[in-house]
């Protein structure tokens, strides 16, 4: 161990348990994933490893994060914060987060059922909105990028990566008509149907080119405000090999019949 790490170490304070919380962060979207404890065996596994590993309080067994279930987090930052004893662990996430199947652990909110927060002791605890949107784009997005590393007999999308991009294009192209067509009809639930699937295919587009949602995300926050671009950037090529330039040659002397050069 280096003279940095002994350092880091020591900046570390677990607790009476010999533990400490870690709140884990999702890279990109900086959604708060879940929360649970490390022990010392399970940060050195996290550290050395660079996948999450945690501590089971009530199980009393250390636990790497979708070992069973694939829904791995790989570790991109670490970091203590003031008092040194809470960690934040930055990751980029493979499937959803949460046992239940959500994205996040933390797709509930305490309301008084008109929206609005209560202070009251008694809270009815309901979906969290927030949780849809971009979070739902993004958990489509991890079982696309999963789907793509680990193919799957009879899956959808790893039969569409395995025909190669031709085919994801041709789907895209194809959901984009039928998105015109049902709204040419004008029948929301067809509009909104059709969309899905153009999203959907597009997604995957997305992650045959490795681009998260993310990044299309920022690029529409970039454009908020600012005056419309017709023009998408140009790709950067190659510059066209100039063809051969052609020389004239030079015309012969027309001849008339009988061997006279014409006037």
Request: charged share 30%; glycine share 10%; with cysteine.
């Amino acid at each position: 161990m280096s003279d940095a790490d002994t350092a880091w170490w020591r900046e570390v304070r677990f607790d009476r348990a010999g533990l400490i919380p870690a709140v884990v962060q999702e890279r990109g979207s900086g959604r708060v994933l879940m929360v649970a404890c490390m022990n010392r065996e399970s940060l050195a596994l996290t550290i050395t490893t660079g996948f999450t590993h945690f501590w089971s309080r009530s199980r009393k067994s250390l636990w790497k994060k979708g070992e069973t279930s694939g829904h791995t987090q790989r570790v991109v930052a670490l970091r203590v914060d003031c008092d040194g004893d809470a960690l934040l662990v930055e990751v980029e996430q493979e499937g959803p987060a949460c046992h239940t199947g959500e994205g996040s652990c933390f797709f509930r909110r305490a309301t008084d059922g008109r929206g609005k927060q209560r202070s009251a002791v008694a809270l009815d605890w309901v979906r969290d909105p927030a949780a849809g949107g971009q979070a739902v784009l993004d958990r489509v997005y991890a079982v696309i990028r999963d789907r793509k590393a680990h193919p799957r007999e009879g899956s959808y999308v790893a039969s569409l990566f395995a025909g190669g991009l031709d085919r994801i294009l041709k789907k895209v192209g194809e959901e984009a008509g039928e998105v015109v067509i049902a709204s040419k009809n004008g029948v929301p639930d067809q509009i909104v149907w059709e969309t899905a699937d153009l999203w959907f295919h597009t997604l995957v587009a997305l992650g045959y080119h490795e681009i998260p949602p993310e990044a299309v995300f920022a690029e529409l926050e970039r454009r908020f405000g600012q005056p419309a671009r017709t023009t998408p950037p140009r790709a950067t090529r190659r510059p066209a090999r100039a063809a051969p330039r052609r020389t004239k040659a030079k015309a012969r002397p027309r001849t008339r019949p009988g061997g006279g050069r014409g006037a």
